[in-house]
């Protein structure tokens, strides 16, 4: 996926949260989980979906975990 394609689809999901978010933004939310955005041969900025939607499960799954304690 195109990275402004995620950024958009964020803002989407959770406007308050996202919206005015950077591509840089994006790069520090995933890069914990390994799911970087990287440069394909049309020089546009892409990442993985699955990885993007395994980044927000473990992200959600962290919160939930640190609001149960």
Known sequence: MLTDEVRQR????NPSHYRGWTA???TQLLR????EPYKTN????????ARVL??????????????SE
């Open 42 to 49: 049309s020089e546009k900025m892409h990442v993985s979906r």
């Open 10 to 13: 964020l803002v989407e999901r």
């Open 24 to 26: 840089s933004d994006l």
């Open 54 to 67: 395994e980044a927000l499960a473990e992200r959600a799954n962290d919160t939930e975990e640190s609001d």
């Open 32 to 35: 914990p989980f390994g799911a």
